[in-house]
């Protein structure tokens, strides 16, 4: 179990403070390591036009893949009624958290949709409710890959993507030496990502390269777990093999699973390699 365990969490602060209290829950100890953070995107002019459709009746649907798509978005709406525009159309949340996030906004999903990303979308929609639509997915500008051909091949009129916050990397020297001192003394046990960025953050902070020996001799014997089976292909195209993905695309179950999978045959880390970096206590 996790009891014991250092855990290292990459991700942005902002997103990390949910999955450090869980594992605090579970008796382990989260490692913070700061790979990557986020910034609103030159979105602004396309905000706008949103805006400006919303009123006119222009909209199907706007669906939100993420809680901080709706945040950046409202930022970016900067003297716009956003929100009360979007109460006039059918927003679709991808996630659960996603949706408790807009109703605590004044925003009442139509549709939640279970499975992440596009395919969540999709899914969520009866194939009459797509044909001939106008959809806008609010999404991350960074993310690599866009799949509104998924939503067009099932009958869409149109999608409109807007990224209104993009994720960076970002180096913190004396983090990176850290962490690959944690590393090199084995006293990481897992370490969690909740993207491909977020991994590839980690390899420029720890300045390895993928497939080479120095990122194998470093990550030996520590476990990884990704949130979904986007991540973990991006990692597998990194040269990490995620041994722990949960059946269902949350953090609370990401933390579930990599507790059920630390068992009592991985050495717990002695307390004097501890070196944890908290933003809960900042």
């Avoid at 829950?25 to 910034?39: H, K, Q, W």
């Avoid at 003297?79 to 525009?85: A, F």
């Avoid at 927003?91 to 996030?101: C, D, L, M, N």
């Avoid at 990122?215 to 722990?244: F, K, N, P």
């Amino acid at each position: 179990m996790m009891s014991g365990k250092t855990i290292a969490v990459a991700m942005p602060e902002d997103s990390a403070h949910g999955v450090i209290s869980a594992i605090v829950r579970m008796g382990g100890r989260p490692y913070y390591i700061p790979t990557i953070f986020m910034r609103m995107s030159e979105c602004r002019e396309a905000v706008a036009k949103l805006y400006n459709d919303l009123s006119s009746g222009a909209v199907d649907y706007v669906a939100f893949l993420s809680r901080n798509a709706f945040t950046y978005l409202v930022a970016a709406a900067s003297g716009l009624d956003i929100v009360e525009q979007l109460k006039s159309v059918p927003v679709i949340s991808v996630g659960k958290k996603t949706s408790e996030f807009l109703e605590s906004n004044g925003i009442k999903p139509s549709i939640i949709a279970a499975r992440p990303g596009y395919a969540g979308i999709v899914d969520s929609l009866e194939h009459s409710a797509i044909n001939g639509k106008r959809i806008v997915v609010i999404r991350n500008a960074s993310a690599k890959n866009s799949m509104a051909t998924a939503l067009l091949s099932a009958g869409a009129s149109d999608v409109i993507e807007i990224g209104t916050y993009e994720t960076r990397t970002m180096m913190d020297a004396a983090a990176s030496r850290a962490f690959y001192g944690a590393l090199s003394s084995r006293s990481i046990d897992a370490i969690i990502f909740g993207s491909g960025l977020e991994a590839e953050g980690m390899m420029e902070m720890l300045g390895i390269t993928p497939f080479s020996q120095r990122q194998a001799s470093l990550l030996s014997g520590v476990l990884l777990a990704a949130i979904g089976d986007s991540t973990a292909r991006a990692m597998a195209s990194m040269g990490m093999a995620a041994e722990v993905v949960p059946d269902k695309c949350t953090f609370d179950d990401l933390v579930i699973a990599l507790d059920a999978r630390l068992g009592a045959d991985r050495p717990t880390i002695s307390d004097s390699h501890c070196d944890i970096a908290n933003p809960t206590s900042k």
